[in-house]
């Protein structure tokens, strides 16, 4: 299955970057490619102009396949980027934040592989029978916006392994060789990085949330957004704090969306303002020690892996 996977999305390695919303950029795509895995440009609330700007940038820096992420619900644009993906001749496309099922034949037949972003079994399943190629099963420990479901990683992905026949990617608690050897043998076919890229070279973000997510602790993350419905794990600080205090008091849906918008999520990843502006993270914060090179970082994945899983099968007694 890891090899069909490797195939289909035309990569060397099991493993695919998730979006990051409006602080997608080309530079960290780019690398991710490169590097052997498959590089995702994240629309966010993007416009079609935003967006085509980090395309064009990105095949500049890449001639390897890199896909676009569209947060259905969340994008005002989502058929203008159905038809900028489709102009660009963009070969992976990944569906998130809603339902997939009407954009999967237009995209079918412009010759686009399509990923379904998903977070229970019955998801799952509705997802393949409307014709996803792949699946991204996203645990609860993941970092940014969730499922209010708040499945772990490690249940989720050996159920909807069993009850779906097209590959299932893990995202969510991966951040080294052990996670992808782990999510390999739960019945995945790759794993999906978010937090772990940040925390790269080539990332453009602020040097203050690079280091925050090399100090992190084990409980390092908070949720916000249970209150209202909207699911959202970042790094504790004195904005998240906020938030929350706010949520204690009742705060309005509306209110909510608007303290989590992506100018705030500009202003902690990019500016590195946490009084003013949040940090996505997962959970996998805590195992963060080092700031790699995308390369070196896939490398060892790769290595640590196989390795991993050699040394754990001689442990055990015929």
Same mark, same amino acid.
């Given at each position: 299955m890891m090899y069909d996977l490797c195939k289909l999305l035309s990569i060397k390695y099991p493993i695919i970057q998730g979006g990051m919303g409006n602080i997608s950029n080309s530079q960290l795509t780019a690398a991710v490619s490169e590097a052997g895995g498959l590089g995702t440009i994240g629309c966010g609330t993007m416009t079609p102009s935003q967006v085509e700007k980090i395309i064009l940038e990105t095949k500049e820096k890449t001639g390897n396949?890199?896909?676009v992420n569209i947060p259905i619900t969340v994008s005002p644009y989502t058929n203008e980027l159905i038809e900028l993906i489709?102009?660009?001749?963009?070969?992976?496309?990944?569906?998130?934040?809603?339902?997939?099922?009407?954009?999967i034949p237009l995209l079918h037949a412009n010759n686009i592989v399509v990923i379904a972003i998903v977070a229970s079994v019955k998801h799952a399943q509705k997802a393949e029978a409307a014709g996803a190629d792949v699946l991204v099963a996203e645990g609860f420990e993941a970092a940014g916006i969730n499922s209010n479901l708040e499945l772990t990683t490690f249940t989720l992905i050996p159920q909807i392994s069993q009850h779906v026949s097209v590959p299932v990617l893990?995202?969510?608690? /991966?951040?080294?060789?052990?996670?992808?050897?782990?999510?390999?043998?739960?019945?995945?076919?790759?794993?999906?990085?978010?937090?772990?890229? /940040?925390?790269?070279?080539?990332?453009?973000?602020?040097?203050?949330?690079?280091?925050?997510?090399?100090?992190?602790a084990d409980n390092e993350t908070v949720i916000l957004g249970r209150s209202v419905g909207q699911v959202r794990r970042v790094l504790k600080s004195a904005y998240a704090r906020q938030i929350i205090e706010q949520e204690?008091?009742?705060?309005?849906?509306?209110?909510?969306?608007?303290?989590?918008?992506?100018?705030?999520?500009?202003?902690?990843?990019?500016?590195?303002?946490?009084?003013?502006?949040?940090?996505?993270?997962?959970?996998?914060?805590?195992?963060?020690?080092?700031?790699?090179?995308?390369k070196e970082l896939f490398d060892g994945m790769i290595h640590h892996a196989r390795k991993v899983m050699e040394d754990r099968l001689n442990h055990f007694t015929y």
């Open positions: 396949n890199f896909a489709i102009k660009h001749e963009i070969p992976v496309v990944s569906l998130s934040a809603g339902n997939p099922a009407p954009y893990a995202a969510g608690g /991966i951040a080294d060789g052990k996670g992808l050897a782990a999510a390999l043998m739960l019945g995945a076919a790759g794993v999906q990085l978010g937090t772990r890229l /940040i925390a790269t070279k080539e990332a453009p973000f602020h040097a203050d949330y690079k280091q925050r997510l090399v100090e992190a204690r008091a009742g705060l309005p849906l509306e209110k909510y969306r608007e303290m989590t918008s992506e100018d705030y999520h500009i202003n902690g990843a990019i500016r590195g303002n946490s009084d003013n502006g949040f940090m996505n993270s997962g959970q996998i914060a805590g195992l963060i020690e080092d700031i790699p090179t995308v």
